[in-house]
C-alpha cells in the first residue's frame, strides 16, 4: 500500500504474490546492487503484482517528509554483521501474531 501524504491525498494497493529473496540469492545481489548500502538489509521482497486499487484517501492526515531517521543504520553498525545476525534471531523469528518470520 501507498499513500499520498500532500495536498492530494490518494491510496494505492498492489494486491499478488509475494516472495522473499535472501542474501546470496541471485535477486537479493541484483536488487541490493541498485540501492545505496545499508548494513541492515537483510531480505529483498518482490511482488507479482495482480491487481491494482485505489481510493481516495480523504482520511489520510497531510504530512510533509523532512527527511530520514538514521537509527536503523547507527543501530546495525552498533551490532555489526553478527549482533544482528543473533539480535533477528532472538527477536524476528516470529511476528507478534505468532506467524513465522523470514528464514535466518
Known amino acids: 500500500m501507498f499513500n499520498s501524504f500532500d495536498s492530494r491525498p490518494r491510496i494505492v494497493r498492489l494486491h499478488g504474490t509475494g516472495s522473499v529473496a ?3 540469492d541471485a535477486m537479493f545481489e541484483e536488487v541490493v546492487a541498485r540501492h545505496p548500502t545499508n548494513p ?6 518482490t ?7 485505489d481510493s481516495c484517501g480523504w482520511g489520510v492526515p497531510v504530512m510533509d517528509k523532512i527527511g530520514e531517521h538514521d537509527l536503523i543504520r547507527r543501530h546495525a553498525e552498533k551490532k ?9 534471531a532472538q527477536k524476528n523469528a516470529s511476528s507478534i501474531d505468532g ?5 535466518l
Do not use: H, K
Open 22 to 24: 535472501l542474501p546470496g
Open 80 to 88: 555489526g554483521e553478527q549482533g544482528m545476525v543473533e539480535y533477528r
Open 99 to 103: 506467524l513465522p518470520g523470514l528464514p
Open 47 to 53: 511482488v507479482d503484482v495482480t491487481r491494482i486499487s
Open 40 to 45: 541492515s538489509t537483510r531480505a529483498v521482497i
